[in-house]
């Protein structure tokens, strides 16, 4: 069984403040993926990082992929209440002609104005 | 109309009921997923459709008996629930495997409470 932890599962932080939120597992997967949900609603795919050690930005999100391919991070500048949500990873891999997922249980963050 | 669609958003159900969820995708991808998401628990794939064929069943209860008629639709059909099925149940669709994987596009939800 492949699974992914993150941490922390709860950030309750100020409008302007720096954050980074982390997913780890000890499998190696073909691609990882973060995904924003918010409530009553269905997870957003944000970014997809496939190659070891990649670094995307995506305006005040920056993401990395770790170089053995097991780990992820995502780093948010100056959050903002917009911001505030449940961030998902996901790592993928290939099973009977389509890609499957395996998920984290997720950061819950909330940003306070 | 784009997206994933979701129907209905929410829905009671009481444990002698039967009734159906609807999902239906008009951004032409051929695999399909139904997940399960509980409070404090990752998503639960449940079903995976790829061509309209079931490639997975994640070991999940009877009860629970997905449709795919086409490569656009997929239904999960409900009967004699249990109170601890009661989540928000998510559909997703992919394009199938191809090389390079685009991620999943999913609907809202149906939040299906069971008493």
């Known amino acids: 069984t492949q699974l992914l932890e993150q941490s922390p599962q709860f950030l309750s932080i100020q409008e302007g403040e720096n954050l980074t939120v982390y997913c780890n597992s000890s499998s190696v997967f073909s691609s990882l993926q973060w995904y924003r949900q918010e409530p009553g609603e269905g997870p957003v795919l944000l970014v997809t990082?496939?190659?070891?050690?990649e670094v995307k930005k995506l305006k005040r999100l920056t993401f990395q992929f770790g170089d053995a391919r097991k780990d992820s991070s995502l780093h948010i500048t100056a959050a903002q209440p917009g911001d505030t949500g449940l961030y998902l990873c996901a790592g993928s891999y290939s099973g009977a002609g389509s890609y499957q997922l395996t998920f984290g249980k997720g950061t819950k963050l909330s940003v306070i104005p | 109309e784009t997206g994933v669609t979701q129907t209905p958003r929410h829905l009671v159900m009481g444990m002698t009921n039967k009734k159906s969820l609807k999902c239906e995708q008009h951004?032409?991808?051929?695999?399909m997923y139904w997940y399960k998401q509980s409070a404090k628990k990752p998503l639960e794939l449940m079903f995976v459709?790829?061509?309209?064929?079931?490639?997975e069943n994640n070991s999940v209860p009877s009860r629970f008996s997905p449709e795919c008629p086409n490569s656009s639709h997929l239904f999960l059909h409900l009967h004699t629930l249990q109170p601890e099925d009661s989540a928000l149940y998510l559909c997703a669709s992919s394009q199938s495997f191809t090389g390079e994987f685009h991620g999943y596009t999913f609907g809202s939800g149906t939040r299906l409470t069971v008493v």
């Open positions: 951004l032409g991808h051929n695999a």
């Open positions: 459709y790829n061509f309209k064929e079931q490639t």
């Open positions: 990082v496939v190659t070891g050690g």
